[in-house]
């Protein structure tokens, strides 16, 4: 079973930053892509960033292109998300998922490609 765990979420102004970690517990984390998804109360789950197995691949959704940076350190099984320029719309729960897929070299991420999915943290920008 993997384990996920976020860290680095809070309350942050308009055009602050904020960087969020996730944490694996698996040996193989270094085979697998990795994502970033939110949820903003009242609406679905959506992709924000993803990196691929080596971290060479990155892919963002079109509204945090140009603010936010995905990054990973597969020597101690972490992955990142720099965020910078937030807005309100940023304000949601973040969660942190790995992909079913191993060694996955696509460019496509969806919610049921991910099997295993962080407790979330929250994530809140005021104006």
């Known amino acids: 079973q993997v384990q996920l765990v976020e860290s680095g979420g809070g309350v942050a102004q308009a055009g602050g930053s904020l960087r969020l970690s996730c944490a694996a517990s698996?040996?193989?984390?270094?085979?697998?892509?990795m994502a970033w998804f939110r949820q903003a109360p009242g609406k679905e789950r959506e992709f924000v960033a993803a990196?691929?197995?080596?971290?060479?691949?990155?892919y963002y959704a079109d509204s945090v292109k140009g603010r936010f940076t995905i990054s990973r350190d597969n020597a101690k099984h972490t992955v990142f998300l720099e965020m910078n320029s937030l807005t309100s719309e940023d304000t949601a729960v973040y969660y942190c998922?790995?992909?079913?897929?191993?060694?996955?070299?696509?460019?496509?991420?969806?919610?049921?490609?991910?099997?295993?999915w962080g407790q979330g943290t929250q994530v809140t920008v005021s104006s």
């Open positions: 998922a790995a992909d079913r897929r191993l060694y996955y070299t696509g460019s496509t991420y969806d919610t049921r490609d991910f099997g295993s």
């Open positions: 990196i691929n197995w080596s971290g060479i691949s990155t």
């Open positions: 698996i040996r193989t984390f270094s085979m697998y892509a």
